[in-house]
């Protein structure tokens, strides 16, 4: 029989068969290959009821606007029905910079909310029990600073950090191969991470220190395959950054967390999910000889795929969305985003962002694929695909172990150049109709109606520029600019930060300020270009 | 200078202005153009306005192509423009892409910006319109 075409490939660009069958699996067993739910090699998931015994989070990224724009936002959010917060920042606070630097001109609120000190991380947590929602922050490149500033909202609320629960995304690995938010060269950054992880391993049990993220590299244009490599790769790098430090691998590793991207590629991404989750545990076990089970077990957030969405014929977009969120799901995922149809274009409307809240709300409540753990488990193709991506991912461990790890393999722009090849190869397959994107090289519509979407406006940069200079008219200067200087020498040795980032948020040094007295002592980075 | 120059490919600066690390879809139109015979001065991230135009000015080129997907564009497109104004090489045509909304495009366009990209736009559109640049 004739067959639509010569070759069919995943959406990563593996081969795909016609039929799969026993003779796929061969060599592959039951037991040590798949396993039970809850147990080694947690390939069916890390818990043994799932979603029978707790369903996903729906955690909705937010941040636009002021501190109080978003926190709007995230009472909206809460109102109907979501479970964990999730804040975005805009670009001068992922880059470390005030709202009133001359660099963060038209940038402030516009991608993100804008923190620059420890009152605006006071006003966007107005209102919210920090104690009873947990709270996952994407930021990076001065990940330790904002943290220090909201674990100094909770002391003046009177709420022990002990009880608080919640997420760093604190990958400074994946910003220099993708995302490429960076304030200092790898080494200082590196350090930096380890103290976080310190820190919370002996004052914060229930918070996860670094959330370890392909998210960005997939959006840069990996495969699945690479997102795969590179992110378990940077972990592994954590993990050794940490032990070296003098870190017992129990101490951290539980509460390491993951966060994946989830493409279109239905089954293709199910199997990701899975051989992330064999491969950390066969990794950690080989390497680390933890003692907790907990240290094996690679729990992970999703979003759906902000690069598969498309301005032409937006409401499209509701359907990838759906698809996607669908394969976080099968795929085992504990808390999940799910992309608003408009965000091509934008940051999501309300009513945009309730119907993608919505959409996990339906597959949660009505699609009943909650109801069994793993439904995909055992089927040929499924297990295929997991097998192939695991090894696949391996050939990539054994190519970065040469180079000398993650940090040598950046330098040398290694990970950024199998990146842009990839989205190179994509984009041509599109460009030549080879893959078929609805409303955009088939099924086009002329004169399409714009959809309604949210602005901002250049009010918030002034009020931010306002209220910097009042509170620095207002603070005690010598107290804050001791406490810079003590960071200073703090960072100049050895010891761990933490005390010192929160003493200075505390006496109102700018996020700014004590970045730039962080990078008189640490340097900064310059990328190798890859084109 | 620039007159006596008319044997040359066309030239110009791909970059990145202000913050946005956001580089997949700059370094594509970068190899696109590329590919289509022009001359690439790519910048890498980061750049100020007034990098940009510094670079521009001293690459001798054409066009400065921008891409920004942060937001930043009413105030960044405007003020490269600007300087490339007050150092008198305005003949440099300026164009971009990314995350822009159909709304800011007349506003943008107006401040002088030659042509736009936003989402949805083909390869096959921004090759083009800088084929339709002219060397100087």
Not at chain 1, 12 to 26: P, V
Not at chain 1, 304 to 321: D, I
Not at chain 1, 382 to 391: A, D, F, G, K, W
């Amino acid at each position: 029989m004739d067959q639509r075409k010569a070759r069919f490939t995943s959406l990563s660009g593996l081969e795909i068969a016609r039929l799969y069958g026993a003779d796929d699996l061969k060599g592959w067993d039951a037991h040590s290959d798949l396993g039970a739910p809850g147990e080694f090699p947690y390939t069916r998931g890390v818990y043994s009821t799932m979603y029978r015994g707790r369903l996903w989070t729906m955690r909705q990224f937010a941040g636009f606007g002021s501190a109080e724009d978003t926190n709007r936002r995230f009472q909206y959010l809460l109102q109907h029905g979501q479970t964990g917060l999730s804040v975005a920042f805009d670009m001068p606070t992922l880059m470390g910079l005030d709202s009133d630097d001359t660099l963060a001109r038209g940038e402030v609120g516009h991608c993100g909310v804008a923190v620059s000190s420890l009152a605006d991380m006071e006003r966007l947590f107005e209102g919210i029990p920090l104690d009873q929602v947990t709270t996952s922050m994407t930021i990076n490149g001065p990940a330790a600073i904002l943290f220090a500033m909201y674990l100094a909202v909770a002391e003046r609320r009177g709420i022990p950090v002990a009880r608080l629960g919640g997420t760093l995304q604190n990958d400074i690995l994946k910003e220099y191969i993708a995302q490429k938010e960076w304030l200092f060269p790898p080494e200082p950054h590196l350090r930096l991470i380890i103290d976080t992880v310190a820190y919370c391993s002996r004052a914060m049990p229930k918070w996860h220190p670094i959330s370890i993220s392909g998210y960005h590299i997939r959006e840069a244009g990996s495969t699945a395959v690479q997102e795969l490599a590179f992110t378990l790769y940077d972990g592994l790098t954590y993990v050794d950054a940490a032990v070296r430090s003098g870190l017992n691998v129990d101490a951290f590793a539980p509460r390491l967390s993951f966060f994946f991207n989830v493409h279109n590629d239905l089954f293709e991404e199910i199997a990701k999910f899975r051989a992330a989750r064999r491969l950390w545990a066969r990794e950690m076990e080989q390497r680390y000889h933890p003692k907790d089970p907990r240290s094996l077990q690679l729990r992970c957030h999703a979003q759906t795929a902000g690069c598969s969405l498309m301005a032409q014929q937006p409401l499209n977009n509701v359907v990838r969305t759906t698809l996607q969120a669908l394969a976080a799901v099968l795929g085992g995922a504990q808390s999940l985003h799910t992309n608003s149809m408009d965000e091509t274009l934008a940051l999501p409307t309300e009513d945009s962002v309730k119907l993608a809240l919505r959409t996990q709300q339906i597959l949660a409540h009505e699609s009943e694929v909650t109801n069994t753990v793993d439904p995909l488990g055992g089927a040929y193709y499924i297990e295929s695909l997991t097998n192939r991506l695991e090894e696949e991912a391996r050939e990539y461990f054994r190519r970065l172990d040469q180079m000398g790890g993650m940090v040598r393999a950046i330098e040398q722009g290694f990970p950024q150049r199998e990146i842009l090849e990839a989205s190179l190869r994509y984009q041509g397959e599109v460009e030549r109709k080879e893959r078929v994107i609805v409303g955009v090289n088939e099924y086009v519509e002329p004169d399409e109606p714009p959809i309604p979407i949210l602005k901002i406006g250049p009010e918030v940069e002034q009020s931010q520029a306002k209220s910097l200079a009042d509170l620095r008219s207002r603070r005690d200067s010598f107290r804050m600019a001791g406490t810079l200087q003590a960071l200073q020498e703090a960072a100049a040795g050895d010891e761990n930060l933490m005390p010192y980032l929160i003493d200075a948020v505390k006496a109102q040094a700018t996020l700014g300020e004590i970045c730039a007295a962080l990078k008189e002592v640490f340097g900064t980075y310059r990328e190798p270009v890859v084109l | 200078m620039r007159a006596a120059t008319r044997t040359k490919p066309l030239r110009i600066l791909i970059g990145k202005v202000g913050l946005d690390g956001h580089d997949r879809g700059v370094k594509l139109v970068a190899r696109a153009l590329r590919d289509a015979g022009i001359e690439v001065v790519y910048t890498g991230l980061h750049q100020t306005p007034e990098q940009v135009v510094a670079t521009a000015i001293q690459e001798d080129v054409q066009a400065i192509g921008l891409s920004l997907l942060s937001g930043a564009h009413n105030y960044l497109f405007p003020r490269v423009i600007e300087l490339l104004k007050e150092q008198g090489a305005d003949e440099i045509a300026v164009f971009g892409g990314g995350i822009i909304p159909d709304e800011d495009l007349p506003r943008l366009k107006a401040a002088g910006v030659r042509a736009l990209f936003p989402p949805g736009s083909s390869m096959h559109e921004i090759v083009a319109f800088a084929k339709g640049l002219k060397p100087s």
